[in-house]
């Protein structure tokens, strides 16, 4: 069992930046591809940002890339999201997630991927 806490979340303005984590506990993070999804009330959970276990390759949804930032540390068990230039209906709460026996390259963005998830983090962004 993979233990996922997200920490980070808060009030910012609209244009601002937040810097999500999330540590991870349990088992062997390395072999992890982790990923970062969201919800905001009334909607599906959607795709934000994906990095592999090596941390290699990332992969981005359409509407955050340029502005959103996903690494990880394997050594600290962390993965994080920076969030630049944040839009007020970017407002939502923040899951981190994690998908194995993958490839080294491989950034899973779909929900049925990954087994292990947070609790989330709530972001919101004010007008």
């Known amino acids: 069992q993979l233990q996922l806490v997200e920490s980070g979340g808060g009030l910012v303005q609209a244009g601002g930046s937040l810097r999500l984590s999330c540590a991870a506990s349990?088992?062997?993070?390395?072999?992890?591809?982790m990923g970062w999804f969201r919800q905001a009330p009334g909607k599906e959970r959607e795709f934000v940002a994906g990095?592999?276990?090596?941390?290699?390759?990332?992969h981005y949804a359409d509407s955050v890339k340029g502005r959103f930032t996903i690494s990880r540390d394997n050594a600290k068990n962390t993965v994080n999201l920076q969030m630049n230039s944040l839009k007020p209906e970017e407002m939502a709460v923040y899951y981190c997630?994690?998908?194995?026996?993958?490839?080294?390259?491989?950034?899973?963005?779909?929900?049925?991927?990954?087994?292990?998830w947070g609790q989330g983090t709530q972001v919101t962004v004010s007008s």
């Open positions: 997630a994690a998908a194995a026996g993958l490839s080294r390259t491989v950034v899973p963005s779909t929900l049925r991927e990954y087994a292990y």
């Open positions: 990095i592999s276990w090596s941390g290699g390759r990332t």
């Open positions: 349990g088992r062997t993070f390395s072999s992890y591809a």
